[in-house]
């Protein structure tokens, strides 16, 4: 298993360099090259968001993504430092995290899983992670 690990700073111009980053890793790996445009837009929109949670959190971790390559499948997780809110809870008590940041989130997570058949999303009061996983297709081998 080779993982690529990737980590900048929460500023939307180095979305564009883990885009690409992302697709170059991916083809190596073997995923589908019909597929690779959809591994950067899903990659683009999921370092958008971890972008947009660090900024207005006003944390200054990096963001980070993790690309891994297994025996069948290519995997990218992009992760965030910025606390989320418990599954039925609303925006905390001193206002932070308004009514516009929930319907973004749920805009770019649907925007996601449409463009990928496995998606898993977790998020805790420590950080979240989006994780995505591509089938990968084998080398062709030589026959002597």
């Given at each position: 298993m080779a993982t690529v690990e990737l980590r900048f700073s929460a500023l939307p111009e180095h979305v564009r360099t883990a885009r690409l980053v992302a697709a170059a890793v991916?083809?190596?790996?073997?995923?589908?090259?019909?597929?690779?445009?959809?591994?950067?837009?899903?990659?683009g929109e999921a370092?958008?968001?971890?972008?947009?949670?660090?900024?207005?959190?006003?944390?200054?971790?990096?963001?980070?993504?993790?690309?891994?390559?297994?025996?069948?499948?290519?995997?990218?997780?992009?992760g965030d430092e910025a606390p989320h809110?418990?599954?039925?809870?609303?925006?905390?008590a001193d206002?932070?995290?308004?009514?516009?940041?929930?319907?973004?989130?749920?805009?770019?997570?649907?925007?996601?899983?449409?463009?990928v058949d496995d998606v898993e999303v977790s998020a805790g009061e420590h950080g979240g992670s989006i994780r995505m996983r591509w089938p990968t297709t084998p080398p062709p081998t030589l026959i002597d």
């Open positions: 991916a083809r190596r790996a073997g995923v589908d090259e019909a597929v690779l445009d959809e591994v950067r837009l899903a990659v370092c958008s968001r971890a972008v947009g949670l660090h900024q207005i959190g006003g944390i200054s971790a990096p963001v980070k993504v993790l690309l891994i390559e297994e025996e069948k499948q290519f995997s990218i997780e992009v809110a418990v599954p039925g809870e609303r925006a905390s206002g932070s995290g308004g009514d516009a940041e929930p319907e973004e989130d749920e805009m770019g997570l649907a925007v996601i899983s449409g463009l």
